[in-house]
T-cell receptor
Framework: AQSVAQPEDQVNVAEGNPLTVKCTYS??????LFWYVQYPNRGLQFLLK??????LVKGSYGFEAEFNKSQTSFHLKKPSALVSDSALYFC???????????FGAGTTVTVRA | DSGVTQTPKHLITATGQRVTLRCSPR?????VYWYQQSLDQGLQFLIQ???????AKGNILERFSAQQFPDLHSELNLSSLELGDSALYFC?????????????FGQGTRLTVV
């Protein structure tokens, strides 16, 4: 079975400061890892994914994530947060032969001006 | 706009009733997923179809069923509704059936059972 843990329910940062949202995963075999963002009353928007290759993945809106196999982590980062980044962030995992995405519980990010 | 269309956006119905949620995937996407989002359970995978065939099943109740039609749109049928079925139901689509492809989500159908 595959699973994702997002250890922080909430992350609060000041605008302009670095933002990190943590994610660890458990999966049999090689993982496929994803980050999505959800704004109020909206669907999930895809940010970035790691399938294979370079451990540092760059995505939309200046976000990036680093795959760490030994720590089974895939933390989302942004060097300089904006107020508009305030939203609910989900990490998700799937694997070869497993067609579904398993999501974490989500982390609410609040960026204060 | 993800290109995935879900109707209706909101639905209020009584316990014991049956409803149908509809999803039109992005143009060209063959794979459709259904998810349920609630405060207590988070995002739960329900079922996946690929080109009309069921590919994966999650924690979908026996009272719920789905199908994907030849034109690739999908419907999720919820019957004998209970208060606990109140949730946001998302449809997502992707180009392939494998797990290495990102899915694009619709804006969801908010179901309220009273």
């Amino acid at each position: 079975a595959q699973s994702v843990a997002q250890p922080e329910d909430q992350v609060n940062v000041a605008e302009g400061n670095p933002l990190t949202v943590k994610c660890t995963y458990s999966v049999s075999g090689n993982p496929y890892l994803f980050w999505y963002v959800q704004y109020p009353n909206r669907g999930l928007q895809f940010l970035l994914k790691y399938i294979t290759g370079d451990n540092l993945v760059k995505g939309s809106y200046g976000f990036e994530a680093e795959f760490n196999k030994s720590q089974t982590s895939f933390h989302l980062k942004k060097p300089s947060a904006l107020v508009s980044d305030s939203a609910l962030y989900f990490c998700a995992v799937s694997s070869a032969g497993d067609y579904k995405l398993s999501f974490g519980a989500g982390t609410t990010v609040t960026v204060r001006a | 706009d993800s290109g995935v269309t879900q109707t209706p956006k909101h639905l209020i119905t009584a316990t014991g009733q049956r409803v149908t949620l509809r999803c039109s995937p992005r143009s060209g996407d063959l794979s459709v997923y259904w998810y349920q989002q609630s405060l207590d359970q988070g995002l739960q995978f329900l079922i996946q179809y690929y080109n009309g065939e069921e590919r994966a099943k999650g924690n979908i109740l026996e009272r719920f069923s789905a199908q994907q039609f030849p034109d690739l749109h999908s419907e999720l049928n919820l019957s004998s509704l209970e208060l606990g079925d109140s949730a946001l139901y998302f449809c997502a689509s992707s180009t392939r059936q494998g797990g290495n492809t990102e899915a694009f989500f619709g804006q969801g159908t908010r179901l309220t059972v009273v």
